[in-house]
């Protein structure tokens, strides 16, 4: 019995060779499975997962498959279902993988997977890589949680900062409340004193309401300058994404769509000079000049400036100005009531941005860690972008907080706005949605996956789907406290 | 009004993915096609003639045939003799037992244009020295030396092994009449459309399109005026034709002229044809201009070699006549007649004419992974680990076009691919290879050595036969290797070889010839203007057609040198010609995620496949656009069984590599690979029988049953070898499939169960993972079941055969094998192992043994036993009676098994079964 076991020991390390010595006896089996095979009394191998089923001892490892499991087989490539045990790399490998004719390295570092012979053994530079490996990441690690340590520092003296800011504005906002209110009493006390004295106050009234006509027409002319220079950008843009087109499309393509639209773009007439576009500059001055003017009680007798004045104001605006705005004339108050109005206007202007800034800062106060991330250290990076660049040349900024954006020198595109961070899989993760339509008027995507690191970086970016894009990338942010079994190099396991 | 403009927009939608056919010339805006046409409506008699017949060589008879002219028309002619005939030589030579090959010639010719009489060869062309195999022919010279009997008007000559074949000539006008086993099967100019229109100056009255036209915005200026040959060709008895791809139709040819349903002849003029249309006798990439037909008993076939633009009218004629007009642009007239009992017979005489398949690496056979474009090395890699961690076999990683810096080809992107050598060497430890694309246009840059190489060397010249021709293509302005130009491959062997930056020291690097029609995307047609001139002094209208075969020779020998004539090289082409099988795979060009184009591409394969072009495929899942997941599943389970196996997807596509499906999708793929993978002992036996006897791999049903006309015009089943037969799921949320087996007298098996099928037809149901496939009972199939990464990993792998009874209880089969990469099986280092089922058992025969397969065995075999009630004993017998001994044998629910049976397949066995 004990002499039959020794000759099949014997057999299979003079197959496999040099790798068996590792192993006891039986090739492919792993320590914590070698007391199974063993022949019983009878001279029988029972099948690990199936052991009703018995095959004589013989029939294992003999290159062909008799249990169910593929247990029979642990040293061959007989059972499609089999695992080979590697003994130098202390783990399992599909048995498909056994004397094919390639030296597995990174599943069986020893080449024991192979006949004896033909693979060298590689364990000590392979473990030699691993600690490298291991001792990189730990440092890495190391290294990251040290820094995320000081984004939390950081994260909480900004939230503090922020807080002290919003209680600072609330008090101001309050104060200027309460000056508001005191000048609407002080205004409406000198509209009644005023009441009275209408020397001229047709020519008041007419002033009053030129001076409204003038701020309304140099507010509409502002908006107007605004659109039309988003107009131009927008043309330029199309402008130069037509002429790319039509210079660089591929006629192999033959698409009659395309075509179409190139010769229909031939056919428009162009902007002269479009690049070299000077926009009529706006001319503050102008307008505060009027403004003044319109001030200047002195002026006032001379009526027939002022009909010009008017007139031409009138003519010159009238198309941006609502007729009703511009003809009612209003008895809008003194000059001295004005001053006190033009304080007040200028006070709810200031209140209504207060306001904002108070609103923003309290949203910001308001996200919690469901944003910000686990002790909300997003906040130490909430002005941070990262940048890359595609393999077809493309820049990306990805700002963590805010909007990423994918482009170049002529057309960037928004892969969408930060939904903060969440955790997925132990890793880091940043979404980004709602970002401009891409085919198809699917809103781009993106996903950004985070491992740890010591710097912040993005690696590859992959589109996985139509307008779903993926970046990998490290961050210290990633380096959250991972328990030792995730850590590189610790997946040995040594039973089935 | 509303209502309208939404109607006009639908349509719009629906037709701007289909092909562009204004971009085309129908034949009724190619002058000579129509021309033609037009003369077949009333072909005027007495016009043609036979003379100065030589009998001396019976296997070579010549003579000439003379063309009658009146007196207006012989001044203008070029070469007219003083009686008003232009001499048309001609020769009738047996080329072997079954062919007889008809070539008409004209003489007198020259070129009357000062600019181009020094550069324009006055000759016809004929691409014959491209496409002929000389050695082959030279090694199937008839066997037997016809006997002739002439008359006043004719002669009689008999042919063939028994001289069981005949052909009457008539000499006025020529007419020619086979007749095969004394039924006659084909005639030639029984119509009189026999017409060669000689050389001509021009004439004040000549209609202007004979001398120029206008089309798709290019004046195409004909030097030489009217020049085309034409003919008719008639299948005698005959319902239908098969053959002259390739178009995207139907395996079975549709009638083209007023008798069919479609009123355009099939054109062959290989072009780049931008997301064809399926159903459709446009031309395509490829022209193989070989026609066949068969009907019980007999079969005949038509190869009209000339590489000139092509058209061939089909119609019906007298309800069982089949009739095929032939119109070529330019060349000569050259047809071969092949004569036989059967389309096997055919083909293989036609592949003594045109060469033999290619033997390809094993590699070549397995499942191929391509994209435009895996863009870097470290993505190309990735692919390359998922595909072993999903447990996904395959051979061959590829890389489209983004391979190179700025699309010049042999140079690396160093950017995307920084370390191109390390990349091979880490495929390579995989046994696995690498493809990259390659065409045979050039980027326009002094400087870049390519360019440098052929621009004043062996390049296609602009119309004055000056300088090369530059056009658009991938890199912008570019010029293009001229394939004809004998210095053309030392070039390419030099761009080509180790150490240079394409592949540098790698040994697993093999290329992918695209583009090679030529596509021009500023051309006419997208291809060459037809007045270009190429080596020898002809235009692109003479050579067009094999010019992708002269670039598909020239890369092939290129590779062949780079590995020093070691190993069997392997080049892709997308363009090919007649005899392009000697050289290696073609696949079916840009096809789209569509079913019509699943359902469309057996039919194309089949075709291709009968017509000597058997190493073919089409893109797994479709190129353009995105398979659903049933049709991406379904595509690979037709696509496994297709010779080229490779799935490949556009830019704009999803990636959507096997491993990207969630089970139990990404089950169904990977059976449907692994069953590839399994038959791979088939499939590399078959290639063998192809470079053999240019048998194809994929066989319609009448190929193999050519007594059952029953099933002539099947084409969703088809034979793979003549062991199993597949019946691929190619329709949309199909539930069961209707399936027809050819001749009642055999058993069918199903492939995987076992299980004997009842009868036909037979209503299969199909879920998503059904792939229905069955083994011809009398059969003996070899497989490999062992689940490897790839063809290399599998060549140690013990065998596992299906043994599938015949009614009689026989069955017979073999394997090829060798080492899968090299010639040495050339020099008789291979293995060729018959298994046959007989009353007495089970017999094995090395019918040809080589020293170095002795680990080779038969670990499992299954006998599909029909009615087997009892399983047998079996005892291995030798002669030493001690070594005897009994298999085990174990019942199946299919039969009974072999199990551990541990036979050799390199020395002979005997198992008697009681």
Partial sequence: MFLKVLALASLVSAETGESSKDTIGVRGVSPGNATFYIPDEDGMFACLAYPDIKISFDRVNDNYCDCPDGSDEPGTSACSNGYFYCAGSGNFLPSRYVDDGVCDYDLCCDGSDEPAGECENRCAEYEQEKENERHKFLQHLDKGRQIRHSYIHEAALRKEALRNKTTELEKEYNELTTKLKNLKVDYARIREEDSDSTADADSLQALGALRKTMNTAQKQYKKLYKELVDALDSYNKINLAMKKMVEEYNPNFNDPAVKECIKEWISIPKLPAVIDYQPFTYDENLFSKIKIMSYDTQQLNQASWFEQLQSMVSEFLGAWVPVSESSQIKNVGSVRAQAVKDVIDDSVIELKEMKKELAIAKKSLKLDSDFWGPDEVGRALEDICLTTTTSEGNDIEVCLFGQARMGNSNSVVSLGTSRGIREEKGHIVIDFVSGDPCVYGISRTL????????VHQLNS?????????????????GCAPVAAHELPGSDIHDEL | MQFLHLVQLALYVQTCFAVKEWMFRKCSQNPFCQRNLDYAEAPPGGVYSMTNLNFDNLKNITGVITKRLDSAEAEAAVGANADGFVELPFRLELVNDNTLRFLVDESGRKIVDRDLENVLSSERFSPEQYVLDYDLIEKWRPTREPEMAASETGFRMLYGKTLNSRVDVEYSPPKLTFTHNGEEVLRIN??????LEHLRKKQASDPMSWWTDRFDKHTDRRVRGPESVALDTKFMNFAHVFGIPEHADSFVLRKTDFTGDVHEPYRLFNVDIFQYDTNSVMPMYGSIPFMLAQRPGAAAGVFWLNSADTYVDIGQQHTRNTRAHWISETGKMDVFVFVGDSMKDLLSSYGYVTGTSAMPQMFALGYHQCRWNYRTQEELLEVDKKMDEHNV?????????????KRKYFEWNLENYPDPELMMKKLEAKNRQLVVLNDPHIRVEPGYEPYDEIVNGPAILDNRGKKAFVGHCWPGQSIWIDGLNPEAVDKWTKLCAKGTPIGLDANNLHLWSDMSEPSVFSGSETTAYKDLVHYGGFQHRDVHNVYGHTVFDLTTEALKRRYEGKKRPFV?????????????PAWTGDNQAEWPYLQSATSTILSLGVAGMPFVGADVGGFFKNPDLELQIRWYQAGCYYPFFRAHAHEDSDYREPYLLDSPFFDAVQRAIQLRYQLMPEYYTLFHEASIELKPILRPLLYEFPDSPEIYTTEDEFMIGSSLLAMPVVTKNAHNVLLFVPDDELYWYDY??????????????VGMDTMPLFVRGGSVVFTK???????KAMARDPYTVIVAFDKDGHAKGHVYVDDGETYAYENGDYIDFEIELTEEGLIGRALHTAPGYEHLYIEKVKFYGGDVVETPYARMETEALEESFLMRTQPQDYGYSFENAHL????DWFIRIY
């Fill in chain 1, 461 to 477: 970016i992959s589109e996985v789907d139509a307008c779903v894009y993926v970046i990998n990338g490290t961050s210290p942010l």
């Fill in chain 2, 190 to 195: 029984d119509d009189y459309l026999f017409n």
């Fill in chain 2, 752 to 765: 995987s169960v076992g299980q004997i099928i009842p009868g036909s037809p037979l209503q299969i149901n």
């Fill in chain 2, 572 to 584: 892709l082409t997308r363009s090919f010609f007649a005899g392009s099988q000697r050289f290696g």
């Fill in chain 2, 904 to 907: 050799p397949i390199s020395s």
């Fill in chain 2, 785 to 791: 079941q062992r689940m490897r990464r790839n063809t």
């Fill in chain 1, 447 to 454: 996903k950004v996956v985070f491992e740890c690191g010591d």
């Fill in chain 2, 393 to 405: 076999p395959y051979d061959v990683i590829w890389l489209d076009i983004e391979w190179t810096e």
